[in-house]
Structure formats: structure tokens, C-alpha cells
């Protein structure tokens, strides 16, 4: 099968526990509804959930950008005449959370909507999901608990049904690696060290590069040693995206690209996939969604790449950051929750359903059970026919930590301070400095509680 890349339309890792309700009613963004919403009520007085079974039809409006949905809902809509699903494809990334909350404050918004992990506290502290916590519950034991944490923010609310997983991993040309003797890098300090030694002995190889304008996959980096970007007790918010661990890692690509270990040549580029494609690039810091890429980026590699667990900084800790991933989400002013939670609970679970994101969407489940439904081994990587046994291992290893309300203000300043940084060759850790000052000062500006330091 050939994954959607994640990459391209989201930006997210694992989240874990944090008492959401509490911190909505300490400050919200504004244009928010009433606190009912949130729990599973109604941003609308004349909104109110139909039960199931009830006779009269339904018609769910749903937002996603996964393509091929509406294939996929075709065998939805054939099972349940009275709950029909309509699918409409929107765009994806910035411009769709942007449609999506302008159309949940005008009072409009879809049934149901795609909604990346790393965003979903940013709508429930405008009240714009439903909890539908006693519609679908029981689905727990279906994911990883990082996958299930990301949509119930550690609470008891359920803010949606996880839909992809994306754990980081490693990606090498075996073929490369034999040339110059390299094994696969079990630790930070291995990778550092065969990347320093491949460049001085091939000048114009190199392990991989390291792109300053990509904070979803730096975060999952961060993530993976420990950093806690968001965190909250009670009723007060923390922000650490300066902290040591984040310190620590930027510290390390920088020191890697000051010693031509690593170059950092932006991903998605022509220059990028010439190298990846040529050889110039022997190994990709990336995703289980690689799959989806590879073919476009290195045609010329098929058959040659493998991949591996990422890097560890403590050997044998097996701990990876997620750089990826959305759950499906009812919205608070759905007149019909209790059927959007069932088609919800359907699509991600039911095996007609992830059997429809694997074949038709490009979806790597997050459903445990959705194994079976994936096959053999993407066709690019018919060298490794454990593919996807490694990609549940590793998803099962991604880190739990907390997403604050405003990513979207720390993407944009991690991209405008780090790319300034690449640009100009400065250190690195001034901008982290930068971003987590944007970050504090928003969620002030936002009515939040946060802690000083």
C-alpha cells in the first residue's frame, strides 16, 4: 500500500495526561461556546443528539483530507441507510484548522472532522468537540496508550477515536552501509559519531541531513529525550520548549552540522530528493509514513532501504517521538453525536473500515488489531517483509507528553527563528529561547494560567 505522508498535513506526537476540564474553564481562546460543549453538550440550543435506531434519516457531514474517503464511507452508507455520511475533501495542514474553528465559531461546522492530535486541545478549550466518552469508551483497548491519551488529554472526556499512528524510526540504504562498513546506529552518540567519520572518508556522502524548518519532526526528537513542551497541574500551564532536553538535542544537529557529520538541506526539495535518489543521503531520520515518499523522493532506492529503530539516547531505552498522526472527532454542535460517534467508532476500528483507510486512504491504523488488514510489506521495501510488525513495535514505544493550546504559534515561530538561525549560521539555542517566549506570552494573551520560570 502507498501511506499518506503525515508529514505533509500534520505535525504531532504522542500526548499524556493532563485534566483538560479544569484548564478550559481557567482560560479559553475567544469566540469559545458555552462550557456545555465540551462535555459532550451542544454549542447550540436547538442542537441535540438523535439516537440510533430511531427510524429517521441522517445525513453526517464529514471533514478530511484523507484521500479516497468517500470510497471508503461507500460501504459505510450501504450498511446503514439511515446514517448517511457525506464526505467533503478539504485541504489540508494550517488552512484547514483555520476553516475548520472559523466554521465551528460561525456555528456551522461539519458533524464530524479530521482532527490532527497536536490541534485537538486547541479546539476543545474553545468548546468546539463533543465527549463522546459514553458512545465510545470501550475502544481503549483497541490503541497504544499513547494513541488513546491523545484524545482523551488524560482525562476521563473522549475528544475523539485515534485514526493513525506515527511513530519515528530510522531509514538506511543497506547497500551503502556495506560500501563503507557502517552497522545501524543503536545510540545518538554511534550515529554522530559514523556520521563524522562517513563525511571525512566520503565528502560527498553524508548519514542525513537535518532541516531547521520542520518543528513536528524536531519535536518528536525533543520528545524522544525527554522534553516536556506543555505540561499542567490543575488549573496553570508550564511551557518547556526551552528546557534542557530541547537544549540538548538542538545542540547535538548543530554540532553534527558545524562538523559536516549532516547537512541541513530542507526535506521535500529538489536538492533533497536528487541526494536521497543519488546516494548523497544514506539514511532519513523520518517516520513509518517514509513509505509514502520514497518512491517519489529516491525511485532509484527501492530495494535498498530498510528501516530501523531511531536512535537511542540511552541504549536499549526503546523510546521514539511520534511526527504524525489525527484522530476523527465529532463536533460539539452536532445535532447527532451518538451517530457520529458510530460511524467514528466504525471507520477506525471496525475491520471494513481500517481495511479502507489501509487500501483507499494510505493509512497506518492506529487500531492494534489493524495489522491484518495491512498485508505485506510496502512494495518499496520488499527486502523487509517485518515492516510493519517493527512499525507497531515502535509505535508502542512513542513517549507520552502534552499538547498545549497554541502549536500553531510555536510552529510558526520555531520556523521563522530557526530558519533565520540556518540562514545566518547562529547558534540554534537562542531561537528555542524565542519560541518559548511566542508561546507564553499567547497563551497570557489568551486568558491561560502559567507558571512562572
Known amino acids: 500500500m502507498k501511506l499518506v505522508n503525515p508529514r505533509r498535513r500534520v505535525r504531532a506526537t504522542a500526548i499524556a495526561g493532563v485534566a483538560l476540564a479544569a484548564l478550559v474553564a481557567a482560560g479559553c481562546s475567544s469566540g469559545g461556546s458555552s462550557s456545555t460543549a465540551a462535555a459532550g453538550g451542544s454549542s447550540s440550543p436547538s442542537s441535540t443528539a438523535a439516537p440510533s435506531g430511531s427510524g429517521q434519516k441522517v445525513t453526517l457531514t464529514f471533514w478530511t483530507w484523507v484521500p479516497n474517503m468517500d470510497k471508503i464511507v461507500a460501504a459505510w452508507n450501504t450498511a446503514h441507510p439511515d446514517i448517511q455520511v457525506q464526505v467533503q475533501t478539504q485541504s489540508a495542514g494550517d488552512p484547514y484548522l483555520t476553516k475548520l474553528l472559523a466554521a465551528a465559531k460561525g456555528g456551522n461546522p461539519p458533524d464530524i472532522a479530521q482532527v490532527e492530535y497536536q490541534v485537538l486541545p486547541t479546539l476543545v478549550s474553545n468548546n468546539y468537540l463533543a465527549d463522546i466518552s459514553k458512545y465510545d469508551d470501550n475502544l481503549k483497548s483497541d490503541f497504544p496508550a499513547g494513541n488513546w491519551n491523545q484524545v482523551t488529554l488524560g482525562g476521563s472526556a473522549l475528544y475523539g ?17 556495506k560500501k563503507y562498513g557502517l552497522t545501524v546506529p543503536t545510540t545518538w552518540a554511534q550515529f554522530a559519531a559514523d556520521a563524522t567519520k562517513l563525511h571525512q572518508e566520503a565528502p560527498g556522502v553524508y548519514l542525513g541531513t537535518f532541516s531547521a524548518v520542520d518543528p513536528g519532526e524536531f519535536s518528536g526528537l525533543a520528545q ?44 521535500w526539495t529538489a536538492a533533497w530528493n536528487k541526494g536521497m535518489n543519488d546516494g548523497q543521503y544514506i539514511a532519513w531520520v523520518s517516520d513509518v509514513w517514509g513509505p509514502s515518499d520514497f518512491p517519489t523522493d529516491a525511485p532509484a532506492g527501492a530495494g535498498k532501504w530498510q528501516m530501523a529503530e531511531l536512535p537511542q539516547w540511552t541504549a536499549g531505552a526503546n523510546v521514539v517521538g511520534n511526527w504524525g498522526g489525527s484522530s476523527t472527532a465529532v463536533m460539539a454542535a452536532s445535532k447527532h453525536q451518538q451517530d457520529a460517534a458510530e460511524f467514528v467508532a466504525w471507520l477506525n476500528t471496525s475491520a471494513a473500515g481500517t481495511a479502507g483507510l489501509v487500501s483507499q486512504g494510505g493509512i497506518y491504523p492506529a487500531d492494534t488489531a489493524a495489522e491484518a488488514a495491512i498485508g505485506s510489506a510496502p512494495s518499496y521495501f520488499s527486502n523487509q517483509p517485518n515492516f510493519w510488525s517493527l512499525a507497531k513495535d515502535y509505535a508502542s514505544q512513542a513517549a507520552n507528553v502534552t499538547w498545549g493550546p497554541d502549536v500553531n504559534v510555536a510552529y510558526s515561530e520555531f520556523t521563522t527563528a530557526f530558519g533565520s538561525a540556518a540562514i545566518s549560521k547562529s547558534s540554534f539555542l537562542s531561537p528555542l529561547s524565542s519560541v518559548q517566549s511566542a508561546v507564553v506570552n499567547d497563551m497570557k494573551k489568551s486568558g491561560f494560567t502559567v507558571a512562572a520560570g
Open 161 to 177: 477515536v485515534p485514526q493513525d499512528a506515527a511513530p519515528m524510526a530510522l531509514f538506511y540504504r543497506t547497500d551503502m552501509f
Open 224 to 267: 524522544q529525550a525527554g522534553a516536556q513542551w506543555w505540561s499542567a497541574s490543575g488549573t496553570t500551564w508550564s511551557v518547556g520548549i526551552d528546557s534542557a532536553a530541547s537544549q540538548k538535542v538542538m545542540s547535538y544537529w548543530q554540532s553534527l552540522i558545524a562538523g559536516g557529520g549532516v547537512n541541513n538541506q530542507p526535506q
